[in-house]
């Protein structure tokens, strides 16, 4: 099963392809951590990423003939705030801005019996916010 996903302003889009013996759909958001550390490698300081670990916000329950679903009133968290990523390191090296933190969606389809029969692949999505009078364009 195909899914999409979109950003809105402070939410997310999902739709999909339709999957013929589903009697509803469940949609799941989650959060993916990557678990971001630094280190000295080499003697410099170095981002690490962690394994990404995932949890479950949402689940939402859908008919069969509704093959979309939004989530709005989402922070966007795999950016730091926006003056956090303006400022520069030492020698004027911009700063990583990335937390390790995003969005992901996906979707299962139960028949009528209750048996999940197919279920999409995890699709990071990204959330654009107001910042300072104009959308966030960074992903």
Same mark, same amino acid.
């Given at each position: ?5 979109? =950003? ?12 013929? /013996? ?33 949890? +479950? ?12 679903? =939004? ?6 968290? /795999?950016?730091?705030?926006? /003056? ?13 801005? =990335? ?10 389809? +139960? ?24 959308? =966030?364009?960074?992903?």
């Amino acid at each position: 099963m195909n899914i999409y996903i979109e =950003s809105l302003l402070n939410g997310l889009m999902a739709y999909w392809d339709e999957e013929k /013996d589903a009697a509803r759909y469940y949609v799941h958001l989650l959060i993916g951590d990557k678990h971001l550390t630094r280190d000295v490698i080499n003697g410099r300081q170095t981002l690490v990423e962690g394994e990404e670990t995932f949890k +479950e916000i949402a689940l939402i329950e859908l008919e069969r003939n509704i093959r979309y679903c =939004s989530f709005n009133n989402l922070g966007k968290i /795999d950016q730091k705030h926006p /003056d956090e990523r303006m400022r520069h390191g030492l020698y004027g090296y911009s700063k990583d801005y =990335s937390t390790g933190k995003n969005y992901y969606i996906y979707v299962e389809a +139960e028949d009528k019996n209750g048996k999940i029969i197919s279920k999409s692949n995890k699709e990071k999505g990204s959330v654009f916010v107001l910042e300072n009078g104009f959308y =966030s364009l960074f992903y």
